[in-house]
T-cell receptor, first 115, second 111 residues
Framework: SQTIHQWPATLVQPVGSPLSLECTVE??????LYWYRQAAGRGLQLLFY??????ISSEVPQNLSASRPQDRQFILSSKKLLLSDSGFYLC??????????????FGSGTRLTVV | EDQVTQSPEALRLQEGESSSLNCSYT??????LFWYRQDPGKGPEFLFT???AGEEKEKERLKATLTKKESFLHITAPKPEDSATYLC????????????FGKGTTLSVSS
């Protein structure tokens, strides 16, 4: 069966420090991968998505970046964190369906607090 | 611009008191509508996918329906363990594979 792992679960980082969040998927090949951020009162905001190794699409201009070095690994990074980067970060995957639409499976999330 | 609006923002029910959550959408071509349940501090958990108007899906006390403009999540005789935030999302012809989420409805069921 397919599983998705996301870590760490919580993170407290000072302003200006770097960030690296990792997400891996098991049990499937060539998944679509997504990074979302969830802030209180704002809902889920799509940050990045990837349809293949090295293919990253950015939805929101910001000081975050994403990379997909392996088929089932998705990394969210920042060189210098801002206070506004605080939030709940969620990784998700789904099957590329062509004409068919498949829902996402989400990871357990990372609560990031920038202080 | 594609939009998803959920109402109400919060809903308090007594155990056994049935109700409905609303998800209205304005999109340029709906490919699918999704319902998720999210518990505090956790990732959303998939509930249903609906593809076309008139379609209905059921799971235990939950039933999701879809029209051309909105979807309803009906909760029959809810229990305290149904307390959670319920998220609605759509995938459209314009958005590639990405889902557009509403802000959610937070449901509290008291015994």
């Amino acid at each position: 069966s397919q599983t998705i792992h996301q870590w760490p679960a919580t993170l407290v980082q000072p302003v200006g420090s770097p960030l690296s969040l990792e997400c891996t998927v098991e049990g499937t090949s060539n998944p679509n991968l997504y990074w979302y951020r969830q802030a209180a009162g704002r809902g889920l905001q799509l940050l990045f998505y990837s349809v293949g190794i090295g293919q990253i699409s950015s939805e929101v201009p910001q000081n975050l970046s994403a990379s997909r070095p392996q088929d089932r690994q998705f990394i969210l990074s920042s060189k210098k964190l801002l206070l506004s980067d605080s939030g709940f970060y969620l990784c998700a995957w789904n099957i590329p369906g062509g004409d068919r639409v498949y829902g996402y499976t989400f990871g357990s999330g990372t609560r990031l607090t920038v202080v | 611009e594609d939009q998803v609006t959920q109402s109400p923002e919060a809903l308090r029910l007594q155990e056994g008191e049935s109700s409905s959550l609303n998800c209205s959408y304005t999109v340029s071509g709906l490919r699918g509508l999704f319902w998720y349940r999210q518990d505090p501090g956790k990732g959303p958990e998939f509930l249903f996918t609906l593809y076309s108007a008139g379609e209905e899906k059921e799971k235990e006390r939950l039933k999701a329906t879809l029209t051309k403009k909105e979807s309803f999540l009906h909760i029959t005789a809810p229990k305290p363990e149904d307390s959670a935030t319920y998220l609605c999302a759509v995938q459209t012809n314009q958005a590639g594979t990405a889902l557009i989420f509403g802000k959610g409805t937070t449901l509290s069921v008291s015994s």
